[in-house]
């Protein structure tokens, strides 16, 4: 119930609009993002990478009121990049289709992430947002994967529909990343037992890692703070003969910073989330409804 209730929040309006004014709630965010401004996440990029931890970059926010503010994403991203570049981070940028005026059609949102694409010195990740995007998301990833490995796209393991999505996209050798799914969806489109969710992340991971053992050379990313699908991938990926630098765990970041250094200083490849911008009260609710244990550190932050 608390998990549904905090997706219920992430979606309504009046407390996007009005929760954000307050200082309590501002600082509650600081331990999951550095700062609303790009100058913010590159900062923490590059000290993340003192410790030998990459960095994907995303800008906050998804649906948009036109078409003119996804040109605009489109140009802050090509700023990303620039700046990336330019102060050599170690840093991949990832991408919202909504950021990119899916709203308004896909035949745009293609385009302006083929842009990035060719702008891009590494893998440019799209997002997957609520499933009713999912089709559009995927189609879009297939047209440009066929001109260039240089893109990377997220699946959802609590969808029911993933497995045969990721049979469909394994002919293309692709770099994915599987995440367990944080939008509110009805049971029919996706599964509410974490139970379920758990083994179907597995499932998946074990897929993913099994195309790579054959001699596939897109990347896994295995999205997840949980300590027991840790550990389970790594078996597989031992059980399969990878090595460490094959395969690469993604973590939010501030969430489970010990485990980042471990996993890095055991020779893993390992890149942070760092989430940024000034749209982030969906995002936040929605990372709390993925660990509703957090909620006890909002509540340390909020007492001061």
């Known amino acids: 119930m608390l998990r549904q209730a905090l997706l219920w929040a992430s979606t309504n ?29 590159t900062e923490a990029a590059a000290k993340l990478g003192t410790s030998g931890i990459a960095s994907t970059l995303t800008l906050l926010g998804e649906n948009l009121r036109s078409e003119s503010e996804a040109d605009e994403v489109l140009a802050h991203y090509r700023e990303v990049l620039a700046a990336v570049q330019r102060k050599g981070v170690d840093a991949e940028i990832s991408v919202k289709p909504t950021q990119l005026g899916l709203d308004f059609g896909a035949a745009g949102t293609h385009d302006r992430l083929a842009g990035l694409v060719r702008a891009a010195k590494s893998i440019v990740w799209i997002d ?8 559009d998301t995927l189609e879009i990833y297939r047209s440009l994967r066929a001109a260039s490995v240089n893109l990377g796209v997220c699946l959802q393991a609590y969808l029911h529909r993933t497995d045969a999505d990721l049979e469909a996209l394994l002919p293309l050798d692709p770099s994915i990343r599987i995440v367990k799914g944080a939008y509110q969806e009805p049971a029919a489109v996706a599964m509410p037992k974490k139970a379920d969710v758990d083994r179907s992340f597995v499932r998946l ?6 195309a790579r053992a054959l001699g596939g050379t897109g990347r896994p990313v295995i999205a997840t703070h949980d300590p027991r699908m840790i550990a389970e991938s790594g078996r597989l990926a031992v059980e399969l003969g990878l090595a460490k630098g094959t395969f ?37 609710m929605r990372r709390l409804a993925e660990r509703p244990a957090n909620l006890w550190f909002v509540a340390k932050q909020m007492a001061g």
């Open 248 to 284: 690469e765990y993604a973590l939010l970041y501030g969430i489970a910073r010990a485990e980042q250094q471990r996993l890095a200083r055991n020779g893993h490849r390992v890149r942070v989330l760092i989430s940024y911008g000034a749209a982030w009260f969906p995002w936040y």
């Open 205 to 210: 991971t074990s897929r993913l890692l099994r």
């Open 13 to 41: 309006p009046m407390l996007a609009e009005r929760l954000p004014r307050y200082g309590f709630v501002r600082r509650a965010t600081r331990r999951f993002m550095p700062g609303e401004r790009l100058e913010d996440a």
């Open 128 to 135: 997957m947002e609520g499933s009713k995007y999912v089709d």
